[in-house]
T-cell receptor, first 110, second 108 residues
Framework: DTEVTQTPKHLVMGMTNKKSLKCEQHMGHRAMYWYKQKAKKPPELMFV???????INESVPSRFSPECPNSSLLNLHLHALQPEDSALYLCASRQGFGYTFGSGTRLTVV | GQQVMQIPQYQHVQEGEDFTTYCNSS?????IQWYKQRPGGHPVFLIQ???SGEVKKQKRLTFQFGEAKKNSSLHITATQTTDVGTYFCAGINYQLIWGAGTKLIIKP
């Protein structure tokens, strides 16, 4: 299995909702990442997990809460988001040099 | 902070013409990676360059890393419709530092 699987593919949520994004990989990669990508922009790093521990938080607002339950899973919990948080949320994993990205969750906050 | 500049922002070509995108870093990079993102898709890793002056080829794609490890280029020969997408360079110093991307558009 050489994929990173993200669910859901699309999500529409209200500003008072709580939702979670899920990411799964079975390549044995020990580094996992959350990125946010706005239209016509490069991906923007949010969080890095290394060996299941949060190693980097790029000053992300607390309405985004990451979780790494085990070495294959990464979650991103969302609460009280703003319309400007609407974006493509990408999960990636890495072992060695190449990053493998999931297909992303396209999030719309209404 | 550290930046990677990438130009041009867009390039319109006729099918069969060549395409080139350039990246330039404000500081020396340990290595550089290239990604392709199709419209509506996600970034896909193409290649990593590590050595000063390195040149690597993948079929019609040629990747170069500058002697000072501060610039890089991607050249596509004889573009095809399957080449359409945005090409990103990403320099590496601990984490990826992304260029803004160059969108390859094939003229109808």
């Amino acid at each position: 299995d050489t994929e990173v699987t993200q669910t859901p593919k699309h999500l529409v949520m209200g500003m008072t909702n709580k939702k979670s994004l899920k990411c799964e990989q079975h390549m044995g990669h020990r580094a996992m990442y959350w990125y946010k990508q706005k239209a016509k922009k490069p991906p923007e790093l949010m969080f890095v997990y290394s060996y299941e521990k949060l190693s980097i938080n790029e000053s992300v607002p607390s309405r985004f809460s990451p979780e790494c339950p085990n070495s294959s899973l990464l979650n991103l919990h969302l609460h009280a988001l703003q319309p400007e948080d609407s974006a493509l949320y990408l999960c990636a994993s890495r072992q060695g040099f190449g990053y493998t990205f999931g297909s992303g969750t396209r999030l719309t906050v209404v | 902070g550290q930046q990677v500049m990438q130009i041009p922002q867009y390039q319109h070509v006729q099918e069969g013409e060549d395409f080139t995108t350039y990246c330039n870093s404000s500081t020396t990079l340990s290595n550089i990676q290239w990604y392709k993102q199709r419209p509506g898709g996600h970034p896909v890793f193409l290649i990593q360059l590590v050595k000063s002056g390195e040149v690597k080829k993948q079929k019609r794609l040629t990747f170069q890393f500058g002697e000072a490890k501060k610039n890089s280029s991607l050249h596509i020969t004889a573009t095809q419709t399957t080449d359409v997408g945005t090409y990103f360079c990403a320099g590496i110093n601990y984490q990826l530092i992304w260029g803004a991307g160059t969108k390859l558009i094939i003229k109808p």
